[in-house]
């Protein structure tokens, strides 16, 4: 019997999301995105299957050239319209009760501040089952949408994130303390004053003051994805994550990112096992390898090479598209790093171009076969290091459906896939406990501002936390 996998929906609140071209299908509903009833119904059919959790991806712009026409993405309908997941989680949450509910938000759209207080509000809601997917953002005409004039250079934007989640961990981690909330009518006291404090953070982006309106909710810090797979991303990754989604072309190619941020995170005072990385990857699943295989035909009649192609628009710093036959060589850009080098490494028997990121998306990262190939296929990719799958659908709610029906009796024979829920909020049913761990940053901050600042004065004047 093997060790169980942990298993993700990835989805978006959105249309055309992953496999472009697929909402055409007649039985596509994700093309009532709109209707919250079609994430209801998706969310308790996931919990019924037993999946860890739902994962909402998120972007704040359009993809390409921020000042080409949008026609393309429009008539696709290829992450527009689209809808804030962070919204949506709050009808999900109380109509669930096991599973996780994870959220993407870049560092760029939100205040620290604000967003801290939404995902604690959401955590208490849910009765501790968020996580939040930190990205940086990769488009142009998103950053434009904060009143940037263009993203900002690649290393600059997670030295931002970095600063972002240290503001986010004081406030979740630092600013109540245990104990704070009393709820104490006999004395009329609701809260202890004296446990709940103001973190003076100063930096180069934020000036915050607190303290964090919210009382410590189950998880205190949601748990922590992070999609990043260049060099500064795994970097960050290594520091703060723990979990991470990769789109790795090959088991080889995922060994090899693996071990790098594993090796970094001890290197960062962490352990191995501290982060669990879950692979993205779509299935087509047959009775016979003959039946997936004509499916997956079926399915390609659907495909959108133009939607794929534009997903994986790469621009130059200018803000420029690079044509598809640009080799990977002579590309410069703030976005899409890590996918140009997990592709540099999937194809060594000539030179890579742009178009072939969309070529390995549409193709390398699915899996044709029956059951019992595809659990065959998943333990390989099990035994490279990864800890779960991201399941990427090509219809909602079929894919997942199917996937349930289909795939994960034979990986629970298996020993592959769980059979029940463990107790207690997220964090706990993957990590065994409910809280950070202490090699975690963001703990640091535990009791840190008791005997902290008690103005800014103080604050600029270098007087120091208590235990910082």
Avoid: C
């Avoid at 960050?236 to 090796?263: G, H, K, S, W």
């Amino acid at each position: 019997m093997g060790k169980p996998l942990h298993f993700n929906a990835f989805v978006m609140n959105t249309t055309s999301h992953i496999h472009h071209g697929q909402w055409r299908r007649p039985d596509a509903g994700q093309t009532e995105f709109n209707d919250v009833d079609t994430w209801i119904d998706l969310a308790q059919k996931l919990e019924a299957a037993k999946f860890d959790a739902i994962f909402f991806a998120d972007v704040t712009g359009l993809y390409g050239d921020a000042d080409a026409d949008f026609d393309l993405y429009a008539r696709e309908g290829l992450q527009i319209p689209s809808n804030d997941p962070t919204v949506l989680l709050g009808a999900l949450a109380v109509k669930t009760e096991h599973i996780g509910l994870a959220l993407t938000s870049n560092v760029v759209q939100n205040h620290p501040f604000n967003f801290a207080r939404q995902v604690s509000t959401l955590d208490h809601i849910s009765r501790g089952r968020i996580a939040w997917n930190i990205v940086t953002g990769m488009q142009d005409n998103g950053a434009r949408n904060f009143g940037l004039e263009q993203l900002t250079d690649h290393p600059e934007r997670y030295r931002w994130a970095e600063e972002y989640v240290d503001v986010a961990y004081k406030l979740w981690e630092g600013s109540w303390d245990d104990g704070a909330l009393l709820k104490d009518k006999e004395r009329g006291v609701f809260s202890d004053p004296v446990k709940i404090h103001k973190i003076y953070h100063q930096g180069q982006r934020y000036r915050v003051e607190g303290p964090h309106l919210p009382s410590p909710s189950p998880q205190r810090t949601p748990l922590l994805y992070q999609a990043g797979s260049s060099a500064s991303g795994r970097a960050f990754a290594a520091r703060n994550a723990e979990a991470v989604f990769i789109i790795a072309a090959t088991p080889e190619t995922a060994a090899l990112q693996i071990a790098d941020t594993r090796r970094q995170a001890v290197e960062a005072g962490r352990r191995p096992e501290d982060i669990k990385f879950f692979q993205g990857l779509s299935f087509i699943i047959g009775d016979t390898e003959a039946e997936a295989l004509a499916k997956a035909r079926e399915y390609d009649e659907y495909v959108s090479v133009d939607g794929y192609l534009a997903h994986a628009a790469i621009v130059d710093k200018t803000g420029r598209v690079y044509p598809a036959d640009t080799p990977l060589s002579e590309v410069d850009t703030n976005t899409r790093k890590g996918f140009q080098e997990w592709v540099a490494k999937a194809i060594t028997d000539r030179e890579p171009v742009v178009g072939d990121i969309a070529h390995l998306q549409a193709q390398n990262t699915r899996v044709v076969g029956t059951p019992e190939q595809i659990a065959d296929r998943l333990e390989q990719w099990q035994a490279v290091g990864v800890d779960g799958i991201n399941v990427i659908n090509w219809v909602i709610p079929g894919s997942f459906e199917e996937f349930a029906d289909r795939v994960l009796p034979v990986l629970r024979d298996r020993g592959l896939a769980q059979t029940e829920y463990a107790e207690g909020p997220l964090r706990q049913k993957l990590f065994g406990a409910p809280l950070l761990n202490e090699r975690h940053p963001a703990a640091r901050y535990r009791g840190a501002f008791a005997n902290g600042p008690a103005s800014w004065e103080e604050a600029e004047a270098g007087v120091p936390a208590a235990r910082l």
